[in-house]
């Protein structure tokens, strides 16, 4: 059964500390994406990454941090240095040759306390 | 730079219903168009695209035409349902096969139908 996987659902974090957001795929997508959704705001674009072993900056990725080691997997850190981490995170993917159509996973609601 | 504008929601509406969901767009070059669809506590699902200038993409009884004269392409629906109910956001990519810089997307608008 082919998808894109992201755990857990829901993610409690304290203030002050890192926390990494899994994504997974079994698409043999080679391009991957992190999203961040805020209420009122659309999707804005964190990190990508077209191959193994390079990444990308989006349009927010101060206090961010990703790895691309292989392809199936684009984990997403959030460092203590994201000034208002508490969101949802969204991961997708696409085919090298159509990367304009992307493919979502589920989402990883976080919320720091 | 690149920008997306839909209406604002909540769009409440009757069962069987005419839907109109109006999106327009600012890009540098040739933009695909997208609309996706969030239900409740989910990721986003493509609803429908147009790669290109008076294309029109349906899927599910939605529909939206690319119109580059006026720089939109609006979500339709003829006769709405109670499970149409969800978050719908128009996007952009400049991507074409080649960059694959991520998609540049609407602040959503929130459909409710109403039984």
């Known amino acids: 059964d082919g998808g894109i996987t992201q755990s857990p659902k829901y993610l409690f974090r304290k203030e002050g500390q890192n926390v990494t957001l899994s994504c997974e795929q079994n698409l043999n997508h080679d391009a991957m994406y992190w999203y961040r959704q805020d209420p009122g705001q659309g999707l804005r674009l964190i990190y990508y990454s077209q191959i193994v072993n390079d990444f990308q900056k989006g349009d927010i990725a101060e206090g961010y941090s990703v790895s691309r080691e292989k392809k199936e997997s684009f984990p997403l850190t959030v460092t203590s240095a994201q000034k208002n981490p508490t969101a949802f995170y969204l991961c997708?993917?696409?085919?090298?040759?159509?990367?304009?159509?992307?493919?979502f996973g589920p989402g990883t609601r976080l919320t720091v306390l | 730079g690149n920008s997306v504008t839909q209406m604002e929601g909540p769009v409440t509406l009757s069962e069987e219903a005419f839907l109109t969901i109006n999106c327009t767009y600012t890009?540098?070059?040739?933009?695909?168009l997208f609309w996706y669809v969030q239900y409740p506590g989910e990721g986003l699902q493509l609803l429908l695209k147009a790669t290109k200038a008076d294309d029109k993409g349906s899927n599910k009884g939605f529909e939206a035409t690319y119109r580059k004269e006026t720089t939109s392409f609006h979500l339709e629906k003829g006769s709405v349902q109670v499970s149409d109910s969800a978050v719908y956001f128009c996007?952009?990519?400049?991507?074409?096969?080649?960059?694959?810089?991520?998609?540049?997307f609407g602040k959503g608008t929130h459909l409710i139908i109403q039984p």
């Open positions: 996007a952009l990519s400049l991507n074409s096969g080649g960059g694959a810089d991520g998609l540049t």
């Open positions: 997708a993917t696409a085919t090298a040759w159509s990367t304009d159509t992307q493919y």
């Open positions: 890009a540098t070059g040739y933009p695909s």
